[in-house]
């Protein structure tokens, strides 16, 4: 092991026992939000750098220092994606997608990159799926999508799930308020953090969501940005929660939840579980009206929220889950038998739904029934010579020891 080239810190091997737990929850996915109405798109790993840094906002945490970002050999300054949303406003820019519907319903799944320090549920390399809802600039869109992460994770049987909304207003509401809010932490200046000293200057709304215990103190009597939002924001923002209510979404509102990314405005929301420790936020999401226009599209309403695969993961029963196991161990002594098993597996696999192993290490019987044992396969079929003369071949049933002999086309009857 002592030059043994080892994986990266806070990139993760789905290993073959976990590997069955993955497929249960993408294709939960994929299904879950084609029933709402969502295609997925695919877009690339890496893009230009100056589209994270424009979209989510160059004093973030994300842009300032968790980018994996790089000069190639054409001199062009690139990125490994550290979220979607900034990928799918570019594809939907790029491809003109205003002027072929009006709505577009998008879900996607695949790695992001973050350069953070690594923990439980916190990777460098992460698989995040998330949807966006592009075109709609009406509450009942933001009801669907804030609707939908609860549904999933409680269709997926995860309890103890706490779901936080907010509204941080137009641009307007917000400007009135980071003033206000400025105005009162500016008393609190030399009891700050130096990242929230910094933040004072640059983005005060970010103080809101600390997690000093001393700075939190500071922030229970700041100002609440619902009391600073216009008219049509807070008819907006209790249209959204009247939805919510008619269809008993459990949440409660927290005036402090802002999000960490610059995208965002009005509606805001967060999902969390206490099964998962620090990293507690399952998802996350939120409405960015502005986006698309200063990413240089034509003005564009939308909304959507993201999750880690690997926190839901954590959260999740995995016993609830059932294992891939193999339909049918064939086991086969003698160099007849590896030449019948090869053939006979051939034709047991027209019958699509059936997995089937064929040993391939010319194992003696014992190991290979141990082999099957292990992998806990339903049904044996043993070649051996013996059965080929005479064409009587065993199927045992793994499960109740029961076991009979039928000819090679009665076996294949039988697995039909
Ligand atoms: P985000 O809150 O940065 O939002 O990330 C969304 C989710 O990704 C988190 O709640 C968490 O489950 C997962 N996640 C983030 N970082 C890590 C990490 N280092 N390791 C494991 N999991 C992680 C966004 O990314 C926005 N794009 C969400 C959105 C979509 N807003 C509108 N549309």
Redesign the pocket.
């Not at 550290?82 to 900034?86: H, K, L, N, S, Y």
């Not at 939308?302 to 839901?312: D, S």
């Given at each position: 092991m002592k030059d043994c080239i080892k994986n990266i810190k806070?990139t993760k091997d789905v290993s073959f026992e976990e590997s069955y737990i993955w497929h249960y929850i993408e294709n939960y996915i994929n299904s879950f939000f084609q029933r709402y109405g969502y295609s997925e798109v695919r877009t690339p790993t890496f893009e230009n750098t100056e589209l994270f840094i424009r979209s989510?906002g160059g004093d973030t945490d994300?842009v300032s220092k968790?980018m994996y970002s790089w000069i190639d050999q054409g001199k062009n300054t690139l990125t490994l994606r550290?979220?979607?949303?900034?990928s799918?406003a570019r594809y939907f820019i790029q491809n003109q997608l205003h002027k072929k519907n009006p709505m577009h319903k998008i879900y996607y799944v695949g790695s992001?990159f973050?350069r953070?320090r690594?923990q439980k549920?916190?990777?460098?390399?992460?698989?995040?799926f998330?949807?966006?809802a592009i075109g709609s600039q009406f509450p009942e869109q933001d009801a669907e999508?804030i609707a939908m992460a609860y549904n999933f994770y409680q269709e997926l049987g995860i309890s103890n799930l706490k779901l936080e909304l907010n509204s941080i207003g137009s641009k307007e509401s917000r400007a009135e308020y980071r003033s206000v809010l400025k105005t009162y932490l500016q008393k609190y200046k030399n009891d700050l953090s130096e990242t929230s000293k910094k933040r004072l200057e640059i983005n005060p709304l970010r103080i809101l969501d600390t997690k000093i215990d001393f700075e939190k103190d500071i922030i229970k009597n700041a100002p609440k940005i619902i009391d600073y939002l216009n008219k049509d924001d807070k008819k907006y923002f209790s249209s959204t929660l009247d939805l919510l209510d008619s269809i008993k979404v459990p949440y409660s509102v927290n005036d402090y939840l802002v999000?960490?990314?610059d995208?965002?405005s009005q509606t805001?929301f967060?999902?969390q579980s206490n099964l998962l420790g620090s990293?507690n936020?399952?998802?996350?999401?939120?409405?960015?009206d502005y986006l698309i226009e200063e990413l240089g599209g034509k003005s564009t309403p939308?909304?959507?929220?993201?999750?880690?695969?690997?926190?839901?993961i954590l959260a999740i029963d995995i016993d609830n889950i059932l294992k891939i196991v193999p339909d049918i161990y064939m086991i086969s002594i003698g160099d007849d038998a590896i030449q019948h098993s090869f053939k006979i597996a051939h034709q047991l696999r027209e019958n699509k739904k059936l997995n089937i192993v064929n040993d391939s290490l010319r194992r003696n019987m014992k190991a290979q029934m141990k082999d099957a044992n292990r992998l806990q396969a339903k049904y044996v079929i043993i070649i051996g010579e013996e059965e080929i003369a005479s064409n009587q071949f065993i199927v045992k049933n793994m499960n109740s020891g029961d076991q009979k002999k039928l000819s090679i086309d009665k076996v294949i009857e039988h697995f039909k």
């Open positions: 806070g989510i994300i968790e550290p979220e979607f949303t900034a799918i992001s973050r953070e690594p549920g916190r990777l460098r390399e992460f698989k995040q998330g949807i966006e999508i999000r960490g990314l995208y965002y805001v967060e999902i990293q936020a399952l998802c996350g999401g939120g409405r960015y939308a909304i959507g929220f993201a999750a880690g695969l690997e926190r839901l």
